[in-house]
């Protein structure tokens, strides 16, 4: 590289990012979180447009079992705990602390995707519901699978903080990597909480 | 991220076990609230404060939002307010496309469902 262009590089893009000064990653899932909310919020105000003053729409709890899904909102609640847990193990160095914690929280993720499908089965082959059936199952399906999709990334992309875990890739002045996934994991706990009120609840 | 003190992490790990106690509490509220003898307004409204205050408690403490700069807060607290202004612009068309579906045409949709 010239001396020209080092010159120039801390003008042209600032070394620290603006918000999050431990990490640009940080900022980045930030940024990406909150398109992802847009997303949900889109699909969450179609619902109830879809909803609303809709005389036929049957009342959710007379579908679907509350009892299930209370339990897999606990589950994800759980795992939010073991996510946390994991990051403050490796802020204290604990290697050992990281690895089960985020083994735990995989498992509760993987536990939770099973009872999902566990539920839809029940749902599409035994009580006939299904997505072109009325616009109860087009929107049920639709946000819980999408709810679905980001579970099973959550547990694909952890497995990997895992396997760096493994490495020992994360120490307790690097532990950005594991609290960057923790962000993308809570959010997906937080939306779960949300299509739990909405979907099921109310 | 900057080395935190023992104290501090144990303070911390004592907060996410509080934080968790509440999550489960207010879940067991909401379970509990839809069986309330009471008009269904006030059960969706009540369901609707009650979610908020539990994804504001995972935002600010699971998701650290409450040490975090002033400014990611706004950053995060935009996609909410952008939700709520775009199920303002839905209103008029609240349960009008349903209704369109389900009362042009309900012996098509019968149908369907029978097959």
């Known amino acids: ?202 | 991220m900057t080395v935190h003190s023992p104290e501090q992490l144990a303070h911390e790990q004592r907060r996410y076990l509080q934080v968790f106690a509440w999550l489960a509490v207010l879940t067991a509220v909401e379970l509990a609230v839809i069986y309330m003898p009471i008009p269904h307004m006030a059960i969706a409204f009540m369901l609707v404060v009650l979610a908020a205050t539990k994804a504001a408690l995972v935002a600010l403490f699971y998701m650290h939002l409450s040490v975090e700069r002033r400014t990611l807060t706004y950053i995060a607290l935009t996609p909410a307010v952008l939700c709520v202004l775009l199920v303002f612009a839905l209103l008029p068309d609240l349960g009008a496309i349903t209704r369109a579906l389900t009362h042009a045409t309900p012996p098509a949709v019968e149908a369907e469902a029978h097959h």
């Open chain 1, 1 to 202: 590289m010239s001396h020209a262009a080092v010159a120039h590089e801390p003008v042209l893009e600032p070394t620290e990012s603006p918000l999050t000064p431990e990490s640009w990653g940080k900022l980045g899932m930030w940024i990406f979180l909150c398109a992802d909310a847009m997303s949900f919020g889109g699909l969450l105000a179609g619902y109830g447009a879809l909803r609303y003053g809709d005389p036929t729409w049957p009342r959710p709890s007379s579908i679907l079992g509350i009892q299930l899904t209370a339990l897999m909102t606990f589950l994800l609640i759980c795992s939010s705990v073991t996510m946390v847990e994991a990051l403050a193990a490796i802020r204290q160095g604990d290697q050992s602390g990281l690895r089960k914690f985020l083994g735990l929280t995989i498992l509760g993720g993987i536990m939770f995707l099973c009872l999902q499908a566990y539920e839809w089965n029940k749902l599409i082959f035994h009580e006939g519901q299904s997505i072109t059936r009325n616009n109860f199952g087009a929107t049920f399906f639709i946000l819980t699978g999408f709810h679905g999709c980001h579970v099973f990334s959550g547990v694909v992309y952890l497995s990997t903080v895992l396997m760096r875990a493994f490495r020992g890739a994360f120490s307790a002045h690097q532990s950005n990597g594991v609290e960057i996934a923790a962000l993308y994991w809570h959010f997906v706990d937080l939306i779960w909480i949300l299509v739990f009120t909405f979907v099921y609840l109310l």
